[in-house]
């Protein structure tokens, strides 16, 4: 068994065949699917997946770095309390840093990434993290918000080695995805140094398609490619990956 522990599947990229998508995945074993929220306009789509799939769908909350503006911010904010007070979530996210598109509003992410992860340490729960260019000012901020409580995964880790063990000294797990089977992914080089338990899988459906599918849209079902590719690095039967990184998943999220 599997768990996809960052997946879009709410989003438009399967408006069409969203179902036939799901269907792929679960007969592939991949049994439980961990929903990243973006902003308040996709919360109604993530609630309404969960109450058609109830077993296999567990929600987050929070704000994407990317949708962080300083016009929108209060309200969404707003709406991230709110869901935490009224319903239940396994984890805040996914949120961080995201200087790619935008580095005017690096101070204005730096404090909602902060107060997102002091909702997080609040309601006793994980986090989930976006970095995109900016590994120097996520840990900064971590560094600073760094306690027991805090706990989470580092999405979509592209890191290096060095990014790897301060991931791990935080008390964060690896979010390994098609990343690892690229050509110029580079973190197949060393991934295969971090013990199994600091990883879990995920595919950030529709993003990040793995080899032989990069360029098309992703989809739960390819997480099968990624956990073929570590059984091959670390030189392990793909069962063992699987158990491995379930177990994880299930203890950070509390899925059982």
Same mark, same amino acid.
């Given at each position: 068994?599997?768990?996809?522990?960052?997946?879009?599947?709410?989003?438009?990229?399967?408006?069409?065949?969203?179902?036939?998508?799901?269907? /792929?995945?679960?007969?592939?074993?991949?049994?439980?699917?961990?929903?990243?929220?973006?902003?308040?306009?996709?919360?109604?789509?993530?609630? %309404?997946? !969960?109450? $058609?799939?109830?077993?296999?769908?567990?929600?987050?909350?929070?704000?994407?770095?990317?949708?962080?503006?300083?016009?929108?911010?209060?309200?969404?904010?707003?709406?991230?309390?709110?869901?935490?007070?009224? *319903?239940?979530?396994?984890?805040?996210?996914?949120? =961080?840093?995201?200087?790619?598109? #935008? /580095?005017?509003?690096?101070?204005?992410?730096?404090?909602?990434?902060?107060? $997102?992860?002091?909702? &997080?340490?609040?309601?006793?729960?994980?986090?989930?993290?976006?970095?995109?260019?900016?590994?120097?000012?996520?840990?900064?901020?971590?560094?600073?918000? !760094?306690? #027991?409580?805090?706990?989470?995964?580092?999405?979509?880790?592209? =890191?290096?080695?060095?990014?790897?063990? *301060?991931?791990?000294?935080?008390?964060?797990?690896?979010?390994?995805?098609?990343?690892?089977?690229?050509?110029?992914?580079?973190? %197949?080089?060393?991934?295969?140094?971090? %013990?199994?338990?600091?990883?879990?899988?995920?595919?950030?459906?529709?993003?990040?398609?793995?080899?032989?599918? /990069?360029?098309?849209?992703?989809?739960?079902?390819?997480?099968?490619?990624?956990? $073929? !590719?570590? &059984? &091959?690095?670390?030189?392990?039967?793909?069962?063992?990956?699987?158990?491995?990184?379930?177990?994880?998943?299930?203890?950070?999220?509390?899925?059982?």
């Amino acid at each position: 068994m599997f768990i996809d522990t960052h997946t879009h599947l709410y989003s438009e990229s399967f408006k069409d065949d969203r179902d036939e998508v799901i269907e /792929r995945a679960l007969e592939a074993s991949i049994k439980k699917f961990v929903l990243p929220a973006i902003d308040s306009t996709y919360t109604k789509a993530m609630w %309404d997946l !969960k109450a $058609q799939y109830p077993e296999s769908m567990h929600l987050m909350t929070g704000l994407h770095p990317t949708h962080v503006d300083s016009e929108t911010i209060q309200a969404e904010m707003k709406h991230v309390k709110e869901e935490l007070n009224s *319903k239940s979530y396994c984890a805040v996210g996914e949120i =961080g840093i995201d200087l790619y598109w #935008d /580095r005017s509003t690096e101070a204005l992410q730096k404090e909602v990434f902060a107060e $997102q992860i002091q909702l &997080a340490k609040q309601y006793d729960l994980p986090i989930a993290i976006h970095c995109r260019d900016a590994f120097d000012e996520v840990f900064e901020v971590l560094e600073a918000e !760094k306690s #027991d409580a805090l706990r989470g995964i580092f999405h979509c880790f592209t =890191g290096n080695r060095e990014h790897a063990q *301060k991931a791990i000294d935080l008390n964060l797990l690896l979010g390994i995805g098609g990343v690892v089977t690229f050509k110029n992914g580079k973190i %197949d080089q060393f991934i295969n140094e971090i %013990d199994l338990e600091h990883i879990v899988l995920e595919t950030d459906a529709p993003y990040l398609a793995p080899t032989p599918y /990069r360029g098309k849209r992703n989809e739960s079902s390819y997480l099968i490619e990624v956990a $073929q !590719k570590l &059984a &091959a690095i670390y030189d392990l039967p793909v069962g063992q990956i699987a158990e491995q990184t379930t177990h994880n998943a299930k203890k950070l999220f509390r899925l059982d």
